[in-house]
């Protein structure tokens, strides 16, 4: 129960806060917020619940479906973010949508999930579209080269390892 409250509570304040305020209405008022995050908590119970009503797998194989539309959607963005200066918003936000569906459609017709775990053409499509969208909508920007030259710099002259205690 505790993770379900909190996976809810972060979902429901990535699309109010992150999503809503930032690029719909930068002016909304602290009582709209409240009232669509909660919106929001129901709309993405509902959501999961209905993706989850048909399944009748173990815990087990529902937290790897689960897992799989996470590693799908998030992974392909995260591995470019950290190694690619060209990654663009539009892809990864075409990339994250590729990820998931896939996953939802592969793990749900049979022909398909019985074969291979669904994270994997999840991840492979994903991460193609996130390359493929972000070569054709990158655009150069000086203060996003500038910062990414010096996590690079950071990195290469071992100022990484003086700020993180080794174990």
């Not at 669509?36 to 119970?45: K, P």
């Not at 173990?58 to 963005?77: D, I, K, M, Q, R």
């Not at 200066?85 to 590729?98: N, P, Q, S």
Request: cysteine-free; overall charge negative; proline content about 3%.
């Amino acid at each position: 129960m505790s993770t379900i409250s909190s996976q809810l509570l972060v979902t429901s304040s990535a699309l109010v806060e992150d999503l809503y305020k930032t690029v719909l209405r930068t002016d909304a008022s602290d009582r709209q917020l409240v009232l669509l995050g909660r919106l929001a908590v129901l709309a993405i119970s509902l959501i999961a619940a209905a993706l989850a009503w048909p399944k009748t797998g173990t815990v087990l194989e529902l937290v790897a479906y689960a897992w799989a539309g996470f590693g799908a959607s998030f992974g392909p963005a995260i591995l470019l973010s950290l190694w690619w200066r060209k990654l663009t918003t539009w892809g990864v936000l075409a990339g994250m949508v590729t990820g998931a569906v896939t996953v939802v459609v592969w793990g749900n017709v049979d022909a398909l999930s019985s074969r291979m775990y669904e994270i994997l053409p999840g991840f492979v499509l994903g991460g193609l579209v996130t390359i493929l969208i972000s070569r054709l909508t990158w655009q150069p920007n000086a203060e996003i080269e500038a910062e990414f030259d010096e996590a690079v710099r950071l990195l290469g002259d071992g100022a990484y390892e003086e700020r993180v205690p080794v174990a």
